[in-house]
């Protein structure tokens, strides 16, 4: 076993389980950012000597991919996206080709998006978008859902490329909302039962 794997293993197994979910997760998305990088840099390397084969392997791996990917230019105008971006947001990709990357961002937040992509072109680095406030995207039919998204920029011939990772956490926030939606009912029966509730635990007793 490599360094780097056990180094990974060791990490994995002094997880709490609770965390475990989101770090492999997380391993996911970084495994997928770094293949479609190497993808990219290989088939720009050796273009003219194999072309096909390598521009294969790299339109498969993003069609293959679990999340939706849209790629798009230094102006922010879209140039590639897979098939999950398709399903997700209900466009035909000839439909996206050539727009506006905000046409997938509701219009409330389009203002802002524009200046904070800018800022990312200039300056493009391997990171998350949007740390600590809530993402949604924008499905053809004007309908909204939340959303993960993580960036990085791909060096073309001429220019720089953006790759935008995105992740549908519907999911998670519909169990987030249940799990608030419990503990507020289980609350509000706590706090109107008639008599003295005790509840015990390793630690200590509280009553209610």
């Known amino acids: 076993m490599s360094a780097c794997a056990l180094g990974v293993f060791v990490?994995?197994?002094w997880l709490?389980?609770?965390?475990?979910?989101?770090?492999?997760?997380?391993?996911?998305?970084?495994?997928?950012?770094?293949?479609l990088i190497c993808c990219f840099l290989v088939y720009k390397t050796h273009?003219?000597?194999s072309s096909k084969h390598t521009d294969y392997r790299f339109q498969s791996l993003l069609e293959h991919a679990p999340d939706a990917i849209v790629i798009i230019n230094n102006l922010g105008e879209?140039?590639?996206?897979?098939?999950q971006t398709e399903q997700w947001f209900g466009y035909q990709r000839?439909?996206?080709?050539?727009?506006?990357?905000?046409?997938?961002?509701?219009e409330r937040f389009r203002a802002k998006h524009r200046t904070y992509?800018?800022?990312y072109i200039e300056q493009p680095t391997l990171r998350p978008m949007?740390?600590?406030?809530?993402?949604?995207?924008l499905r053809k039919n004007n309908s909204e859902f939340p959303v993960e998204i993580s960036l990085s920029p791909l060096s073309g011939e001429n220019e720089t490329l953006v790759s935008c990772f995105i992740r549908d956490i519907t999911w998670r926030k519909q169990i987030e909302q249940a799990r608030f939606d419990a503990q507020k009912q289980?609350?509000?029966?706590v706090d109107n039962v008639p008599v003295g509730v005790f509840l015990r635990t390793q630690a200590a007793q509280h009553a209610y």
Do not use: T, W
């Open 117 to 119: 992509r800018n800022h």
């Open 47 to 49: 273009k003219h000597a």
């Open 94 to 106: 000839a439909e996206l080709l050539g727009q506006a990357l905000e046409i997938l961002v509701p």
């Open 78 to 83: 879209i140039v590639m996206v897979n098939q």
């Open 186 to 189: 289980y609350q509000d029966l």
């Open 16 to 35: 709490p389980l609770s965390s475990l979910s989101s770090f492999l997760s997380g391993i996911a998305l970084v495994a997928l950012l770094v293949n």
């Open 11 to 13: 990490c994995v197994a």
């Open 130 to 137: 949007g740390v600590g406030i809530e993402l949604f995207g």
